[in-house]
């Protein structure tokens, strides 16, 4: 083999070498993006679910024809309701950093309103039920407002995981002190 066969050949090799690494970043590109469009639904339809419970929520209120009796059913169907939500959003934190605490605290304050609200209607406490409903439905109201918060965070960020942009805060963390 001569020295311009071997030219060729090495630049045969390297021209496929920078193909191959362009298709793996094209690849991982599309993987990320697919990534992210796929917690970016699951974000959207836990959003969706927790103002549908809040709607309902608001409906309850508004109320007034059903018996205390009537409305502890109803709520305890919308609690359950919150909790089937709460285990989808749990999901959706396990993928990704952007859920942050804020979601899950405002979902379970959402609950234990909830939960309240069923004790109070069941004891005949009109008022003390109504009170918690409410505060049930602006914790509802909170929770979806901080997905989105984190939603549109996540698709403005390189990826759906939040693992890189935390990595940054901790660097710049370290940084300061």
Partial sequence: MNEASLRRLLNGVSTRRTSISQALAQLKED????????????????????????????ELLEDHKSDTKQRAETQQGLSETTEGAAKRIGDIEKQSLFVTPDVTQAVGRALSNQKNA??????????????????????????????????????????????????QMLQSLAGDQ
């Fill in 31 to 58: 993987f990320v993006f697919r990534r992210k469009n796929d917690v970016g639904r699951k974000m959207d339809a836990a959003i969706q679910d927790l103002l549908e419970i809040s709607d309902a929520q608001e």
């Fill in 118 to 167: 069923v004790g109070r209607f069941s004891m005949e406490d009109l008022i003390g039920g109504m009170v918690s409903s409410k505060e049930a439905t602006i914790a509802l109201n909170q929770a979806a407002a901080a997905l989105l918060k984190a939603r549109d965070t996540m698709s403005a960020s390189k990826s759906s995981t939040g693992f890189q942009e935390a990595m």
